[in-house]
């Protein structure tokens, strides 16, 4: 069955520090990965994709994340952390066919001024 | 472009009671889903239609939970009777249709509370 592992239940950052969020998949084949973010009392926003290609896949906001088939992870990362991205961030993966989400338990940014 | 649309926002019942949730999709998506997510968790998907077929529907509690989707437009999801441990945050997304990756727009959700 496919999991997705997000390690870090809170993490609290500077503003203007950089950032990284991890995210560990367990699943047969490379499966379509996915970044969200949601904000208090708000949907989920996709942030960023990957599919196939290129492992470093660029985003909304100045995000980025990494794939590395080698590790099963797909981490998200941003240079320069502002405070208006304290939210809740999910990664999530779908099979290549079908396209049901599976979402890690998420992370809770803080960013501290 | 207007975005998913669900009804209502929050609702408070007590358990044995029933509830409904309403969810209008992005015009001309064919793929429509309802998520659970309970605090501390991710979204879980409940069930997933194509147009107005189930896709998906292998993680509803049938017993208690039912949805459709008529016209293949908006959707409802029902609860009845409703559990202590269905209180959860129920998110409502939709898709272009499913080939593989499609992103998928979420609502607002409807924040439920059984007491």
């Known amino acids: 069955a496919q999991s997705v592992t997000q390690p870090d239940i809170h993490i609290t950052v500077s503003e203007g520090a950089s950032l990284e969020l991890r995210c560990n998949y367990s699943y047969g084949a490379t499966p379509y990965l996915f970044w969200y973010v949601q904000s208090p009392g708000q949907g989920l926003q996709l942030l960023l994709k990957y599919f196939s290609g290129d492992t470093l896949v660029q985003g909304i906001k100045g995000f980025e994340a990494e794939f590395k088939r080698s590790q099963s992870s797909f981490n998200l990362r941003k240079p320069s952390v502002h405070w208006s991205d304290a939210a809740e961030y999910f990664c999530?993966?779908?099979?290549?066919?079908?396209?049901?989400?599976?979402f890690g338990a998420g992370t809770i940014l803080r960013v501290k001024s | 472009e207007a975005g998913v649309a669900q009804s209502p926002r929050y609702k408070i019942i007590e358990k044995r009671q029933s509830v409904a949730f309403w969810c209008n999709p992005i015009?001309?998506?064919?793929?429509l889903y309802w998520y659970q997510q309970i605090l501390g968790q991710g979204p879980k998907l409940l069930i997933q239609f194509q147009n107005n077929g189930v896709v998906d529907d292998s993680q509803l509690p049938k017993d208690r939970f039912s949805a459709e989707r008529l016209k293949g437009v908006d959707s409802t999801l029902k609860i009845q009777p409703a559990k202590l441990e269905d209180s959860a945050v129920y998110l409502c997304?939709?898709?272009?249709?499913?080939?593989?990756?499609?992103?998928?727009?979420f609502g607002p959700g409807t924040r439920l509370l059984v007491l």
């Open positions: 997304a939709s898709s272009p249709p499913v080939v593989g990756g499609e992103t998928q727009y």
């Open positions: 015009s001309g998506h064919a793929t």
């Open positions: 999530a993966v779908s099979p290549v066919y079908g396209n049901k989400l599976v």
